[in-house]
């Protein structure tokens, strides 16, 4: 026997193993995370995700999401919340608030976020949306 046979024997099969644990890793889904929580800006909308909700502030309307918000591995998200449009002037007593069950979803690389609201109650998209981790929001209220 050639001195080098037992490294090459020794090398293939380690390749080999290799091989294998690549090849059974391929089906396997790992736990992607959460959106990060913190202040998240942008046009028209504030994010502050802590470890109980998301509160939303945007032009004209307010909204909640449940919280922690999940994300797949390839970067997306979707959970159900609350929104809630305003009105200018004051608000009357017992005047009821104009809510709606919604979907906010979107996609995320932690850093930015692209989110989409829709109303589930009325198949009607509000708007989707550029936001950043610790960005500035502007948001312009009712008057």
Do not use: N
């Not at 059974?24 to 992607?32: A, E, Q």
């Not at 007593?93 to 109303?119: C, F, I, N, W």
Request: charged share 15%.
């Amino acid at each position: 026997m050639h001195p080098s046979q037992p490294s090459r024997r020794s090398h293939l099969t380690c390749l080999c193993l290799i091989s294998l644990v690549l090849t059974g890793c391929g089906g396997v889904t790992r736990p992607s995370g959460l959106v990060p929580q913190g202040a998240w800006g942008g046009d028209h909308v504030g994010l502050v995700l802590d470890a109980a909700r998301g509160t939303l502030e945007f032009d004209c309307a307010h909204g909640t999401m449940q919280a922690p918000v999940p994300v797949a591995g390839d970067g997306t998200f979707s959970v159900t919340g609350i929104f809630v449009r305003e009105h200018g002037g004051p608000i009357r007593d017992g005047e009821p608030a104009d809510q709606h069950p919604a979907v906010y979803s979107g996609t995320t690389d932690g850093k930015r976020m692209t989110l989409t609201v829709a109303l589930s109650d009325e198949s009607q998209q509000i708007g989707t949306f550029q936001l950043a981790l610790g960005g500035r929001s502007s948001v312009v209220k009712c008057l």
